[in-house]
């Protein structure tokens, strides 16, 4: 430790730590705009001159090293003095348009302005003038003239984004922050530069010119997209919600959110809002009131369970999508068992239904969401990580730049924009073999029995290696390990070499809320039917909650064959669109903003949040529409009166929550035999992951919106002879599609990529089945 006095205090810091460190360690403001906790020291702004003793000149707090025995002064004249001429040169350029700025109001220069700032400028030319760019749908650049350079937005693209889309080019007072190509940024975490950016150069376009910050009301919130939980701040007006910022907690999402995260918000605005109940009399949608929606569900209901008696009981089932709150998810389960039926799931994409905790317990991440990045082994399984949860990809490339070792095993290999130390590329069916592999040659290294047999080839070895020779190790298994047909295998021998090496082992999470799910019972009982049935065979009734049931499902056309020819179908969804051509009633319910909740993120947080603004229309929170069929079907325990009522009941006592996180149970199986034909792996593309962000406009028009396009790898794409810009024809479950088709050399062979979660591909059958393809 060293230690210095600072404005008359004694300080003490890590050896190593900068001034600025220490100021931040005593409490003691200085004026920046380069400087950020999160970011590498670029001594850009020079804003935080101080008065170092014995120094000739003001030093940098941000870039002058803490010794033993330093004085500082910051509010010395000879300090003040310099901040004073900085904030001259910093304005001599900026249009000062503050009065029609974006960034008004919470802009950092206009702030420091204010206590640094002159009355008058000395300065009498002509001001320098940088064009706009255009990157995108989501960031405006259309004043670049404000830029004063920091570089903030550069260096996030480097060490947290992972790749660099701006940079600056030329110098003096010629330089200016551009994609230098004229190209468009495109990382999943983009909007968080402009959180960073200290002046209205970066603004967000879709909130652009809409509301002033003052105007603005400020709320807490939790994500509702990956199983993160990242901790949202929602900005209201008039009763609207107009944008969404991080709200900081260094535990789960630092200062971050993905853009998903920040831009989803705009459906909740959108026409496709349902905002009143809807009931479909000959083929027509016609609106009516409250009581007579949940009056004909609750008949239907009990129309069903008298007509067909109790051994027809579990065709009456439920869905609710893995973003729907543990209040939600609670009722949902309580009303099913309530009128006898069993059939209650949340696992829409899975294709091995034993893949189960133990009772009362929940899969989760098996460590840490802040552990991630200061991991030093990382072995990710069938993880799409970099879109499927992009502020962990974040947390271990943090981890990768501090030297870890991060490795994968999938079909496919997408750039997750940090080193790969080994991979093992095979088809989904060879995952379990492959997995085998690497536990051989780790039972090899350690003298003990391997749990089935393998042989290690080069690649599983030096998987095998760095596990073993790793101190905070984790096997991490992704949605694609999750929802393969041996999940119980995979996990089984993850949870061995986990054993073995001393790692942790679980899985990164299907959604914001799926550890919630299983621990309030959202699973099928014993004779009950799980989501995978429910979505390939009729119905005698089916509640969907926040779900759209052919997009969510693992086999999209045999979802809509099942409910096309179920009998009562039930969607509560706040969107018209989601379920009209398979419903027979909507019940529009309140999305994460409209009402009360929780989630149950990854590592087992359980995070609450409030409503921030009232209900559309006649939309009502889900916890209450399903507390009042509980009634109207006349089942006892639905009588709750607030949200936290629900709460208590669903988790009971949260002191022992943690206590039911369980990864075990996994059973292993022999590998399952190599199928013929071509091999589908499916991603779901992260705008098209439920059904806010597939109706985000500004989402929607990113580059990782663009339509699909099937993924060959490069055998089978020299083999049909295909050339760039090609088309094919893909074949699945009697189903026909021609879409455009590319070269993909990371693809294992035998296998072909195809999206899944969207509409342009929800003619095809199961995310794991076999495919043919030819060329058009």
Request: with cysteine.
């Given at each position: 430790m060293a230690e210095l006095e600072l404005d008359g205090k004694k300080v003490s810091v890590p050896d190593g730590s900068m001034v600025m460190h220490a100021a931040d360690a005593a409490g003691v403001y200085i004026p920046h705009f380069c400087y950020h906790k999160k970011l590498s020291i670029a001594a850009n702004c020079r804003m935080c001159l101080v008065d170092v003793e014995k120094m000739p000149k003001p030093m940098p707090a941000c870039a002058t090293p803490v010794t033993n025995g330093m004085v500082v002064r910051t509010r010395s004249d000879k300090a003040l003095k310099a901040q004073q001429s900085v904030m001259e040169f910093l304005l001599i350029n900026h249009p000062l348009d503050c009065p029609i700025c974006d960034q008004g109001g919470e802009c950092q220069l206009q702030d420091l302005a204010v206590g640094y700032g002159g009355t008058a400028s000395r300065y009498a030319e002509e001001k320098r003038v940088v064009f706009h760019k255009d990157v995108g749908p989501l960031i405006s650049m259309e004043e670049m003239s404000r830029c004063i350079h920091c570089t903030r937005c550069v260096r996030f693209g480097q060490e947290v984004a992972g790749v660099m889309e701006l940079g600056m080019i030329h110098r003096g007072e010629h330089s200016e922050i551009t994609t230098v190509a004229g190209g468009s940024v495109d990382s999943e975490l983009s909007g968080n530069m402009i959180d960073i950016c200290p002046v209205g150069a970066l603004t967000s376009k879709p909130f652009r010119y809409s509301a002033r910050t003052w105007e603005l009301s400020r709320r807490k919130s939790v994500s509702p997209h990956d199983s993160t939980g990242a901790n949202l701040v929602v900005q209201v007006k008039a009763g609207k919600v107009m944008r969404v910022v991080p709200l900081e907690n260094d535990a789960v999402n630092e200062c971050w959110i993905a853009d998903r995260d920040r831009y989803s918000y705009e459906a909740l605005n959108s026409e496709q809002r349902l905002t009143q109940p809807m009931i479909k009399q000959?083929?027509?949608?016609?609106?009516?009131?409250?009581?007579?929606?949940?009056?004909?569900?609750?008949?239907?209901?009990?129309?069903?369970?008298?007509?067909?008696?109790?051994?027809?009981?579990?065709?009456?089932?439920?869905?609710?999508?893995?973003?729907?709150?543990?209040?939600?998810?609670?009722?949902?389960?309580?009303?099913?068992?309530?009128?006898?039926?069993?059939?209650?799931?949340?696992?829409?994409?899975?294709?091995?239904?034993?893949?189960?905790?133990?009772?009362?317990?929940?899969?989760?991440?098996?460590?840490?969401?802040?552990?991630?990045?200061?991991?030093?082994?990382?072995?990710?399984?069938?993880?799409?990580?970099?879109?499927?949860?992009?502020?962990?990809?974040?947390?271990?490339?943090?981890?990768?730049?501090?030297?870890?070792?991060?490795?994968?095993?999938?079909?496919?290999?997408?750039?997750?924009?940090?080193?790969?130390?080994?991979?093992?590329?095979?088809?989904?069916?060879?995952?379990?073999?492959?997995?085998?592999?690497?536990?051989?040659?780790?039972?090899?290294?350690?003298?003990?029995?391997?749990?089935?047999?393998?042989?290690?080839?080069?690649?599983?070895?030096?998987?095998?290696?760095?596990?073993?020779?790793?101190?905070?190790?984790?096997?991490?298994?992704?949605?694609?390990?999750?929802?393969?047909?041996?999940?119980?295998?995979?996990?089984?021998?993850?949870?061995?070499?986990?054993?073995?090496?001393?790692?942790?082992?679980?899985?990164?999470?299907?959604?914001?809320?799926?550890?919630?799910?299983?621990?309030?019972?959202?699973?099928?009982?014993?004779?009950?039917?799980?989501?995978?049935?429910?979505?390939?065979?009729?119905?005698?009734?089916?509640?969907?909650?926040?779900?759209?049931?052919?997009?969510?499902?693992?086999?999209?056309?045999?979802?809509?064959?099942?409910?096309?020819?179920?009998?009562?179908?039930?969607?509560?969804?706040?969107?018209?669109?989601?379920?009209?051509?398979?419903?027979?009633?909507?019940?529009?319910?309140?999305?994460?903003?409209?009402?009360?909740?929780?989630?149950?993120?990854?590592?087992?947080?359980?995070?609450?949040?409030?409503?921030?603004?009232?209900?559309?229309?006649?939309?009502?929170?889900?916890?209450?529409?399903?507390?009042?069929?509980?009634?109207?079907?006349?089942?006892?325990?639905?009588?709750?009166?607030?949200?936290?009522?629900?709460?208590?009941?669903?988790?009971?006592?949260?002191?022992?929550?943690?206590?039911?996180?369980?990864?075990?149970?996994?059973?292993?199986?022999?590998?399952?035999?190599?199928?013929?034909?071509?091999?589908?792996?499916?991603?779901?593309?992260?705008?098209?992951t439920d059904a806010s962000v597939r109706r985000a406009t500004s989402l929607q028009l990113t580059a990782d919106a663009r339509p699909p396009m099937v993924g060959l790898p490069s055998a089978l794409w020299r083999q049909l002879g295909l050339q760039a810009g090609g088309r094919v024809r893909v074949g699945q479950g009697g189903a026909k599609l021609e879409l455009p088709a590319r070269e993909d050399i990371s693809l294992a062979d035998g296998s072909v990529r195809i999206a899944a979660g969207l509409a342009a591909t929800a003619a095809l059958g199961a995310m794991f089945g076999t495919v043919t393809v030819e060329k058009v």
């Open positions: 000959n083929g027509t949608w016609q609106a009516v009131d409250w009581n007579t929606a949940l009056g004909y569900v609750a008949d239907g209901i009990k129309r069903v369970k008298a007509e067909f008696g109790a051994g027809a009981v579990n065709e009456i089932g439920a869905i609710g999508h893995v973003s729907s709150t543990v209040e939600e998810l609670h009722l949902l389960a309580k009303l099913v068992r309530g009128i006898g039926s069993q059939s209650i799931d949340h696992r829409t994409r899975h294709a091995d239904f034993g893949n189960t905790a133990p009772a009362g317990r929940a899969r989760w991440l098996g460590t840490s969401v802040a552990a991630l990045s200061k991991l030093d082994r990382a072995f990710v399984i069938g993880s799409f990580l970099r879109k499927d949860h992009p502020l962990f990809a974040q947390r271990l490339r943090q981890a990768a730049r501090h030297g870890a070792r991060v490795m994968s095993l999938h079909a496919v290999h997408d750039d997750w924009l940090l080193p790969l130390a080994a991979r093992l590329t095979l088809a989904p069916a060879a995952w379990v073999q492959g997995l085998a592999d690497v536990a051989a040659a780790i039972a090899a290294a350690k003298g003990v029995a391997a749990p089935m047999a393998g042989k290690a080839g080069p690649e599983a070895q030096a998987i095998a290696d760095a596990l073993l020779s790793g101190e905070r190790v984790a096997l991490l298994l992704g949605n694609a390990a999750a929802q393969h047909p041996q999940a119980g295998s995979l996990l089984a021998l993850a949870q061995w070499i986990a054993a073995q090496t001393g790692a942790s082992c679980g899985y990164l999470g299907e959604g914001a809320n799926a550890v919630g799910a299983q621990l309030v019972g959202a699973l099928p009982g014993p004779g009950g039917r799980h989501a995978g049935q429910m979505l390939s065979q009729p119905m005698k009734a089916l509640l969907l909650l926040n779900t759209e049931p052919v997009l969510d499902a693992a086999d999209a056309a045999a979802a809509r064959k099942s409910l096309a020819e179920s009998g009562l179908v039930v969607a509560l969804t706040a969107f018209k669109d989601v379920a009209a051509d398979v419903a027979d009633v909507m019940l529009p319910i309140a999305p994460f903003t409209e009402t009360a909740g929780a989630f149950v993120n990854a590592e087992g947080r359980l995070q609450s949040f409030h409503g921030v603004v009232k209900p559309q229309g006649d939309a009502r929170p889900g916890w209450k529409v399903l507390r009042v069929l509980g009634n109207l079907l006349g089942l006892p325990g639905f009588d709750q009166e607030s949200a936290e009522q629900v709460r208590a009941e669903a988790l009971g006592n949260l002191a022992t929550l943690s206590g039911r996180l369980d990864n075990g149970g996994a059973v292993l199986t022999a590998p399952a035999a190599t199928p013929a034909g071509l091999q589908r792996v499916a991603d779901v593309p992260i705008y098209a």
